[in-house]
């Protein structure tokens, strides 16, 4: 039955479970999955099949890492749940070598499946040691997808399609936005591969939102609308390789591109539409909402805010 | 071969290895699951009971992306148990837990022998998954080789002593100790090992080796190297040589007379080839 009005947590959660009551065998586990707060509230209300199994386990994320990639390559399916990103550093080694060797040697009909499903934390206030919040750099490492749950349907086509799929991926959801209502908007469109989702069209900009950015980069088409401008807005997962099509043709129509990424990371995803702009002879305007080279206070504990700044947008839009 | 630059890519030799990687062989059921590292030669050659196949992937020959390109550092020949190899140390610890915990989950019999070495020991993840695999009650069995070598430092040279049999009784895993020399020793510990495995009890076997600066003649660039036997020397033993050292032990089963004669063909075979 759907919730009512359910927290952006409570609705992923819905929607993982209707996934592991009819996977068959599946091993979810993570440190205090089914103790005390569940993970921070990430395991609260999970339930599996017959079949399944919810297991607590100790403090080894770096075996953690090579067990569901281990379960992986017997067949199996496996999902860990993670409190935060950076614990996930902790097995980066496996995320890496391990798939590198299955990918190159295993054929892709033997896979079973693994996926991370992870809290970033976002929030501010968590102090130093909690505050990279960069999934993309995940992927890039690993050259791996890393989904990034923001709207209700983004998150739920995603957990549909990913959550027990062949293969190895990372679910990161965004624990800023864990008791906020879930963001109920249709997709207007959808790559297939759940890598690019469109939640708004317009022919004025192009606004690519990553990381987890779109609630801002819908709050800004709010204000663009207000005015009268109307926007592509779209959010971009982190997938190596993927087709930039969409984004790119909304740009070559738009001629004006804004880039919204709340991650603090070096390099950006958004890059890679900016070059093949560059290679192209359109003339399309780029304006880069990130935080490339963050200082050192935005490190600290301290609300860890990203505010994108609209009255520029909107005088970048206007050209003036 | 690999003196003479024949491959293209890096191959760890197991001189010394040999029993271990037999009783191995001898040890496994249908099943079972093996687990190994980059000096995974021995195993993959007991296992497929082909040369030819293994130095197939040495050679990289085949089409690129066909089942004889894994060359050797993560070399797992299909169809013979060897369900992952790993050049990183004590990465395949985690692993194999992980195909035991598959296990478990689907209800299916097997168990997980995982190698290791005496450099392995020391990485964290070794720790990590002897405790996970003791809670969750997992089928491993993970064979350390002790050849007291990591890279070109001895134990002693680069830390203090572990004892293992400590470290698993403060865990309550099962501890066996063998000598890597001795084919019979060593299956009848894997044997036990299995056992254990097979209830839900992780068990751990260290194994006495003497290995490649023993058997491989000198290494480039490394001046302590003891070349104390190559192959166009013959199979000479020196003074002082370990009575544990596989070679001395071949000497002792065969007598003087015949082990010499050994020796005498396999120079003249080195000539040949």
């Known amino acids: ?320 | 071969m690999l003196k003479a630059g024949q491959f293209k890519i890096p191959v760890h030799l197991a001189f010394g290895h040999e029993a271990v990687a037999v009783a191995m062989d001898l040890t496994m059921q249908a099943e079972d699951a093996l687990c190994l590292t980059h000096r995974n030669g021995a195993y993959n050659l007991a296992r497929s009971k082909s040369f030819d196949s293994e130095l197939a992937h040495y050679e990289l020959r085949g089409r690129s992306g066909s089942a004889a390109q894994m060359a050797s550092m993560n070399l797992a020949m299909e169809n013979t148990g060897i369900a992952y190899t790993s050049s990183i140390l004590g990465n395949n610890m985690a692993v194999g837990a992980g195909i035991a915990m598959n296990r478990k989950v689907c209800h299916r019999e097997g168990i997980v022998f995982i190698l290791t070495g005496d450099g392995a020991i020391e990485e964290g993840v070794f720790w990590e998954t002897l405790i996970f695999a003791r809670s969750h009650e997992l089928g491993i069995a993970v064979v350390v080789e002790n050849n007291n070598f990591s890279l070109g430092s001895t134990i002693a040279q680069r830390r203090s002593p572990i004892d293992l049999s400590l470290v698993c009784a403060g865990l309550g895993v099962s501890f066996r100790r063998a000598t890597g020399a001795e084919l019979p020793e060593v299956k009848a510990a894997l044997g036990a090992a299995r056992s254990d495995a097979s209830r839900g009890c992780p068990a751990v076997i260290e194994v006495q080796l003497h290995t490649f600066n023993q058997h491989a003649g000198p290494t480039p660039g490394w001046a302590e190297d003891p070349r104390r036997i190559a192959l166009h020397d013959g199979l000479l033993l020196g003074q002082g040589d370990d009575p544990n050292d596989p070679l001395v032990r071949l000497q002792q089963a065969l007598g003087e007379e015949h082990f010499r004669r050994l020796a005498e063909q396999v120079v003249q075979e080195n000539a040949v080839g």
């Open chain 1, 1 to 320: 039955m759907p919730l009512a009005d359910p927290t952006y947590i409570a609705q992923i959660i819905a929607q993982v479970n209707e996934v592991t009551a009819r996977c068959g065998p599946v091993l979810l586990f993570g440190e205090n999955i089914n103790y005390g707060s569940r993970i921070g509230g990430l395991a609260r209300g999970l339930t599996v099949n017959s079949e399944g199994v919810i297991q607590n386990v100790g403090n080894c994320e770096l075996t953690h890492l090579g067990v569901g990639l281990g379960i992986m390559l017997d067949g199996g399916q496996a999902v860990q749940f993670g409190k935060q990103l950076d614990f996930i550093v902790l097995g980066l080694e496996q995320a890496c070598d391990t798939f590198n060797f299955i990918r190159a040697y295993r054929p892709r009909s033997s896979w079973g499946s693994f996926t991370i499903f992870v809290v970033v934390c976002d929030q501010g206030y968590q102090g130093p040691q909690s505050s990279m919040n960069a999934a993309g750099d995940f992927a890039s490492l690993a050259n791996i997808p890393v989904y990034c749950l923001n709207g209700a349907e983004d998150a739920a086509r995603v957990v549909r399609r990913h959550f027990v799929a062949p293969g190895f991926r990372i679910l990161c959801l965004s624990q800023r936005h864990f008791a906020s209502p879930a963001l109920q908007l249709p997709v207007e469109w959808a790559a297939p591969d759940e890598s690019i989702f469109r939640y708004k069209s317009g022919d004025d900009a192009t606004v690519a939102a990553f990381n987890f950015s779109l609630r801002d980069a819908l709050a800004m088409d709010r204000a663009f609308r207000a005015v009268g401008i109307r926007s592509d807005v779209f959010h971009v997962n982190f997938i190596p390789g993927m087709d930039l099509a969409a984004l790119l043709d909304s740009s070559r129509r738009t001629r004006k591109l804004i880039l919204i990424d709340d991650s603090k990371t070096v390099t950006k995803f958004g890059d890679a539409i900016v070059t093949e702009l560059a290679s192209s002879s359109l003339d399309v305007g780029v304006l880069s909402y990130c935080r490339r080279g963050s200082a050192d206070n935005e490190y600290g504990a301290n609300e860890d805010r990203f505010l994108p700044d609209v009255d520029r947008a909107l005088a970048f839009i206007r050209g003036t």
